[in-house]
C-alpha cells in the first residue's frame, strides 16, 4: 500500500479553501460592483425611493356618476386588484407551474438555479426556468433590462444578460425584506402581460372571459398562467390549439401539487377554451363620443396640474379615477333611442334617394366630381400624392380590396376601393344627442355619432351646424327683455322686409313661412313661436336688431361666432347641441346661465382628491321673464298647430309639462330639437356628412320627422326607469309673484284664431 504524507493532504486542502474563499471573494465583490455600479461597467440600480414606491402604469379610468365604468385612457391596459379579490384557483395555478416553492424562499431558490444550470450542460430545454414569482416582480416592476439601467459591460450581449439576472437577485431580496409574500404576489398579478393589450390578471379576466377576477375557474385560471410563459405563442385567440396544451400542462401541476385531483384533471383536460374575449378597445363601450371628448381636456387638465403643483401626473399611466356627471343608465337609454330612430331614419333616407346620390346643389342637381372633391380634402390621399405622385395615388385609391365597413344590420366584410368606401359613407346620416340637468349644469348622457368605431365625429360638441327655427328663442327673449314686446301681444302673420341700407343687408330681404304662405291674421307669441312661423320672428328681428339677438344668445351660452345680419331670425349661425342645450338650460333654470359640467372630482390611484369641479351659475334673465319663454314654448306640445304635437304618442306629455322647439336649416340639411322639462334639458341634431346631403322635401327633412322621435324616445325609457326617481315627470317651477297676463286679460291665451297649418309645419331657411 503506497502511503501519502500528510503534508501533501494539507497542501490540496488549503488550495481548495483558498480557491473557495477567492471565488466567494470575487463573488462577493461582483455583487456589491453590481449594485453599487463600479466604475460605471455595470449600470444603475434603481434607488431606494423608487423601491419603496415602485412605479406600475396604470390605466385612468373614466367613472359614471352612478359608479360605472366608462372606459379608460391607458398605454397598458392595466387595472390593480388586491390578492383577496383574486380567485384562489389562479393563485394555486400559479404556484404550481411558476414558483412551487414560492413561500419558502427569499427570493432566490437555489434548487431552481441548480436545475437550471443542469438543463445547460445537459441541453435539456424543458428543465424549466430560475427565475421565482419575486425576480420576475423585480424586471417587470423596474425594467432591470432597459437601456436605463445599461453600464458599459451591457453592450456584451451574455454579459448583459448575468448582469440583469444580478441586479433582479438583489432586488429580489430587497423586496423579499420589505414587503409580505402575498404583497408581492399581488404586484406580480398586477403587472404581468397576458397579450391583447391586457396587463394585470384584472384586465387579463375581463378581456379573455368578460369576468371578475374573483370569478375564475380552475381550466379559465390554468389557461391565464398558461399564457405566461409566452403571451403570443399561447394566444388563445390565434392559437387555440397551442394555448389548450398549455392550459392542459398547468392543469397537470397542478394535479401534481394536489390543488386538483387526479380525477379532476382528466375531466378538466376535454373541456373547451369557452372564451367571451373583448378587447380593451373603447369603440364599442359606454359613452364613446363622451369618453373622447374627455381626453382632450383631461390631458389639458393634467398639464395644469402637474405646472401648478410639481408632480408628473400622467393620463395614461397615473391612474386617475375621473368622476364625471354622467348617468349610465340615461346615456344607455339616449344610445339606444338614438340607434333605434337613426336606423329608422337611414331606411327612409336610403329609400328617398334610390338610385340616385344624395349630394346636390341649390337647384336638385347632382354636385359634380364631388366625390374627388371629397377625396382630395383627406390627409391620406395627400401622404399618398406626395410619396407617389398624383397619378399612382388615384390608382391606389381605385383599387378595390377585402374591408369591413359599418352597416346598420352589423358590420359586414365587402370588396371596396377606397373611393366607393367614401362614397359609401358620404349616404350615412349623422346625429348628435346630449342632455343636462338645468338645475346644476351636470351633463347626464352624451351621444355624438352613430358608431363610433366608424364616425369619430362628435356631433355634440365638435360639430356644429345651423340651428334653423330652434334659434328663435333667442330672438324672442330679446325682444321681450328689451321690452320691444309683450308675451301677450298679438303680431300680424305678414311678410317683413329688411330694406337694402337700413337694416344691415345689401339688398330687400323678406323671410318666407315655410309653406310659403302668410295667413294675414294676428297671432299670439306662443302661437307664432309653437308653429315656428317666420314672420313673426322677423318682426321681433327688425324691432330688436341682429346685434341685440347675438348678445343674448352669447350670454345665455351660445359661444360661436354669430353672423349679425337679419337673416338669423332663421338660425343662419353655425352652434353645437352643446351650446344649444347649455343655453336652452337658462330658460327652465330661473334665467341662471349654468355652464355644462362633466367631471365631478378626480383622485389619484390611492383615492387622494386632486381637484373637485363646482358649478357656475350667472344670472342673466329675471327668474319672470325665463318663465315667460317656457310658457311660450310650451305652446309647440300643448297647442292645436304645435310642431311638437306627436310627442304625445311617446306618453311623455301626460302629467307632465314640456317646452319644445322644433328646428330645420336651409334645404332641409339640418334637422333639429330642443326639448325641456323642469329637471332635463336635451337637444338632437341629425344631417348629412355635408349640407348637400339632404332630403328633398320639406315633409321628410323637418326637424320634428328626423330629431323630435329620438327625444320623444328617450324620454320614455327615462321614464319608465324606475330609480330614476329624480328625473319624475312634473310642472316647470313657477315663480311666487308671476302673473300670466295673457290669461288674466283676455282668457285662455292659446284659444284664438289658429290659421291653417299641419301640425309639423315649421320654420325654415329661404
Excluded at 126 to 145: C, D, E, I, M, P
Excluded at 516 to 528: C, D, F, H, I, K
Excluded at 576 to 603: D, H, Q, W
Aim: some cysteine; aromatic content about 10%.
Amino acid at each position: 500500500m503506497i502511503q501519502l504524507k500528510p503534508g501533501k493532504y494539507r497542501r490540496h486542502i488549503l488550495l481548495m479553501w483558498r480557491t473557495v474563499a477567492i471565488g466567494l471573494g470575487l463573488f462577493v465583490f461582483y455583487i456589491i460592483a453590481v449594485n453599487y455600479n463600479f466604475l460605471w461597467l455595470f449600470g444603475g440600480m434603481p434607488d431606494l425611493k423608487t423601491l419603496e414606491n415602485p412605479k406600475s402604469e396604470i390605466a385612468s379610468e373614466l367613472i359614471s356618476e352612478d359608479g360605472k365604468s366608462l372606459g379608460k385612457y391607458l398605454v397598458e391596459n392595466r387595472s390593480p386588484v388586491e390578492i383577496s379579490e383574486i380567485s384562489p384557483n389562479l393563485i394555486n395555478a400559479l404556484l404550481a407551474t411558476e414558483d412551487t416553492r414560492f413561500i419558502g424562499h427569499s427570493g432566490i431558490d437555489p434548487r431552481s438555479l441548480i436545475r437550471v444550470a443542469k438543463g445547460v450542460v445537459t441541453a435539456n430545454a424543458s428543465s424549466g426556468g430560475g427565475s421565482t414569482l419575486t425576480q420576475q416582480v423585480a424586471k417587470n416592476l423596474f425594467n432591470t433590462r432597459s437601456e436605463e439601467y445599461e453600464g458599459t459591460l451591457g453592450k456584451i450581449p451574455v454579459v448583459r444578460l448575468v448582469i440583469a439576472k444580478t441586479k433582479e437577485w438583489i432586488l429580489s431580496i430587497i423586496l423579499e425584506r420589505k414587503y409580505t409574500k402575498q404583497e408581492i404576489m399581488q404586484m406580480y398579478l398586477n403587472t404581468v402581460s397576458f397579450g391583447n393589450n391586457a396587463y394585470g390578471v384584472k384586465v387579463a379576466a375581463k378581456t379573455y372571459f368578460d369576468k371578475d377576477v374573483s370569478a375564475l375557474n380552475i381550466p379559465e385560471s390554468a389557461l391565464l398562467v398558461g399564457m405566461l410563459q409566452n403571451p403570443t405563442i399561447y394566444n388563445p385567440m390565434r392559437f387555440p390549439q397551442n394555448a389548450t396544451n398549455r392550459r392542459n400542462t398547468v392543469l397537470a401541476q397542478m394535479a401534481r401539487y394536489e390543488y386538483i385531483t387526479e380525477e379532476d384533471f382528466n375531466q378538466l383536460k376535454e373541456k373547451p377554451l369557452d372564451l367571451h374575449f373583448r378587447m380593451g378597445d373603447h369603440s364599442d363601450g359606454p359613452a364613446p363620443y363622451f369618453w373622447q371628448s374627455m381626453r382632450g381636456y383631461l390631458k389639458s387638465w393634467v398639464k395644469m396640474y402637474n405646472e401648478e403643483n410639481g408632480t408628473d401626473l400622467n393620463l395614461y399611466t397615473s391612474g386617475l379615477r375621473i368622476y364625471t356627471t354622467i348617468d349610465s343608465r340615461m346615456q344607455a337609454y339616449q344610445e339606444e333611442a338614438l340607434t333605434r330612430h337613426m336606423k329608422e331614419q337611414q331606411k327612409i333616407f336610403s329609400e328617398h334617394w334610390k338610385g340616385r346620390n344624395p349630394w346636390i346643389d341649390d337647384s336638385g342637381r347632382e354636385i359634380p366630381g364631388f366625390i374627388n372633391t371629397a377625396v382630395r380634402r383627406l390627409p391620406y390621399f395627400t401622404v399618398l400624392k406626395n410619396k407617389l405622385g398624383e397619378e399612382e395615388a388615384w390608382k391606389v385609391m381605385k383599387k378595390p380590396y377585402k374591408m369591413k365597413v359599418f352597416s346598420w344590420d352589423g358590420e359586414k366584410e365587402v370588396v371596396m376601393s377606397p373611393i366607393d368606401s367614401i362614397k359609401y359613407y358620404k349616404r350615412f346620416l349623422r346625429a348628435g344627442m346630449m342632455a343636462m340637468d338645468p338645475r346644476n349644469g351636470h351633463v347626464k348622457a352624451w351621444v355624438g355619432g352613430v358608431n363610433f368605431k366608424y364616425f369619430q365625429y362628435d356631433h355634440v360638441k365638435q360639430g356644429k351646424r345651423q340651428p334653423g327655427s330652434t334659434f328663435k328663442p333667442f330672438v324672442y327673449v330679446s325682444g321681450l327683455d328689451k321690452n320691444f314686446i309683450t308675451p301677450c301681444e298679438k303680431v300680424m302673420d305678414t311678410p317683413v322686409t329688411f330694406h337694402a341700407g337700413q337694416d344691415d343687408v345689401n339688398e330687400d330681404y323678406t323671410p318666407k313661412n315655410s309653406n310659403g304662405e302668410y295667413s294675414e291674421q294676428p297671432l299670439t307669441l306662443r302661437q307664432a313661436l309653437g308653429k315656428s312661423v317666420n314672420s313673426v320672428s322677423a318682426y321681433i328681428m327688425k324691432m330688436v336688431k341682429a346685434n341685440t339677438v347675438v348678445e343674448y344668445a352669447h350670454k345665455l351660452g351660445i359661444t360661436s361666432e354669430l353672423p349679425a345680419t337679419p337673416a338669423l331670425c332663421l338660425g343662419t349661425g353655425d352652434v353645437s347641441v352643446y351650446e344649444m342645450v347649455s343655453a336652452y338650460c337658462s330658460f327652465v333654470n330661473g334665467g341662471y346661465k349654468t355652464e355644462p359640467i362633466t367631471i365631478l372630482r378626480i383622485e389619484d390611484k390611492h383615492g387622494q382628491l386632486l381637484q373637485e369641479f363646482h358649478e357656475k351659475q350667472s344670472q342673466e334673465l329675471s327668474e319672470n321673464m325665463a318663465y315667460n319663454m317656457l310658457y311660450l314654448m310650451r305652446g309647440a306640445v300643448e297647442d292645436p298647430g304645435g310642431t311638437a304635437g306627436r310627442l304625445r304618442q311617446y306618453g311623455v306629455t301626460e302629467g307632465n309639462e314640456i317646452a319644445a322647439k322644433t328646428g330645420t336649416s336651409q334645404n332641409h340639411s339640418d334637422g333639429w330639437f330642443m326639448g325641456m322639462t323642469h329637471n332635463l334639458v336635451t337637444g338632437v341634431w341629425v344631417g348629412g356628412e355635408d349640407r348637400s346631403i339632404h332630403y328633398r322635401t320639406l315633409a321628410l327633412g323637418q326637424g320634428g320627422r328626423v330629431a323630435m322621435p329620438a327625444w320623444g324616445a328617450f324620454m320614455q325609457k327615462v321614464y319608465n326607469d324606475q330609480t330614476l326617481v329624480q328625473y319624475r315627470k312634473g310642472p316647470f317651477k313657477r315663480p311666487e309673484a308671476y302673473v300670466n297676463e295673457c290669461t288674466t286679460a283676455t282668457g285662455d291665451s292659446t284659444d284664438v284664431y289658429t290659421p291653417p297649418a299641419k301640425s309639423d309645419d315649421e320654420g325654415v331657411l329661404f
